[in-house]
């Protein structure tokens, strides 16, 4: 079965502090990795499309890379607006309808 | 408004009442998803419209819920003899017919069944 699992489930970090948040998925044929971000009691908003293992995408202190197995979303010199829950998502080979998602990692960043 | 607007916002209602959402995607996609999503997890798919025609339902899918998309283009999703696990945001999402493609969402629907 299509399996999703983000880490870790919630990161708090200092404003400047840079760090990483994982995706590992289990698929049966990717045929694409999303990432988005939510804010409280809002939709997720899309961020990133990656299709192939060694793609990167980068979107102003975010960059999001994709190996084989897993995909990371780096967050580079962090501030206080970019704490939200960061959703990683797959469409997968099995069902290329669905796109199925984790279950996010919450990112605060304190000033 | 070009993206994709749910209504209501919220909704609270008493166990065992019907409830109807609607969603209105964005206008040239042809694809529409309906997905649940309950406080700290990430959005689980309910069902997937390609123009008018429902493709796929999830497996967790209870028959009290029933969803359609008349002539492909805005989208219901009626929710019968609501029980309090039913509360949750219920969130629906736009793509293109292009494989691999990304969704869009809208803001969601908050349900309360008290």
């Known amino acids: 079965e299509d399996q999703v699992t983000q880490s870790p489930e919630a990161l708090r970090l200092q404003e400047g502090e840079s760090s990483s948040l994982n995706c590992s998925y289990t698929v049966s044929g990717l045929r694409g990795l999303f990432w988005y971000r939510q804010d409280p009691g809002k939709g997720p908003e899309f961020l990133f499309t990656l299709y192939s293992a060694g793609e990167e995408k980068e979107k102003e202190r975010l960059k999001a890379t994709l190996t084989k197995k897993e995909s990371f979303l780096h967050i580079t010199a962090p501030k206080p607006e970019d704490s939200a829950t960061y959703l990683c998502?797959?469409?997968?080979?099995?069902?290329?309808?669905?796109?199925?998602f984790g279950s996010g990692t919450r990112l605060s960043i304190r000033p | 408004d070009t993206g994709v607007s749910q209504d209501p916002r919220h909704k609270i209602t008493k166990r065992g009442q019907n409830v109807t959402f609607r969603c209105d995607p964005i206008s040239e996609h042809n694809r529409l998803y309906w997905y649940r999503q309950t406080l700290g997890q990430g959005p689980e798919f309910l069902t997937y419209f390609q123009n008018e025609a429902q493709l796929e339902k999830s497996r967790l899918l209870s028959d009290r819920f029933s969803a359609e998309r008349p002539k492909g283009s805005f989208s219901t999703l009626e929710i019968q003899r609501t029980e309090q696990g039913d509360s949750a945001m219920y969130l629906c999402?736009?793509?293109?017919?292009?494989?691999?493609?990304?969704?869009?969402f809208g803001q969601g629907t908050r349900l309360t069944v008290v």
């Open positions: 999402a736009s793509s293109q017919q292009v494989l691999n493609t990304e969704a869009f």
């Open positions: 998502a797959v469409q997968a080979g099995s069902s290329a309808s669905k796109i199925i």
